[in-house]
């Protein structure tokens, strides 16, 4: 199974592309998310590391993800893929990628709500008061 799961910030604005494949129009965002990780040695400080991970959404996660800034936290689920091209240097290269299957940021969640409102309204935006009489002890 080829199942990826990550969390952290968007790096920068995405780099948007979109075409025409036989009368079919299509979208797709390439960006990066930063994720960090807190590493602590055996001897010395804690440090955090960074990963840069590329990740390439189509159709209406491109358009989801436009919704989101620089720095705006970002959840990505997909698929690993690998993709070989030619650089500058006419050297072949293999790069490494996450294929979006799912992309959720705060301002997708409020975009659902205003296109979903049956299912926003559903979800209790305040939790139900708490009444400590019910308790058994």
């Known amino acids: 199974m080829n199942n990826v799961q990550i969390s952290g910030t968007i790096d920068r604005d995405p780099i948007i592309r979109s075409g025409d494949n036989n009368g079919r129009p299509w979208e797709m965002a390439r960006f990066t998310v930063i994720t960090t990780e807190t590493i602590t040695p055996a001897k010395g400080d804690p440090f955090q590391k960074r990963d840069y991970i590329t990740c390439k959404a189509w159709g209406s996660k491109a358009r989801a993800i436009l919704l989101a ?40 969640q409020l975009a659902d709500a205003n296109e979903y409102p049956a299912r926003a309204a559903s979800t209790p935006a305040t939790p139900a008061p708490f009444n400590d009489e019910d308790l058994p002890f």
């Open 69 to 108: 800034d620089p720095g705006a936290w970002v959840e990505v689920s997909g698929r690993m893929t690998s993709e070989k091209y030619t650089n500058k240097d006419n050297q072949e290269v293999r790069g490494w990628f996450v294929d979006v299957v799912k992309v959720n940021t705060p301002l997708t």
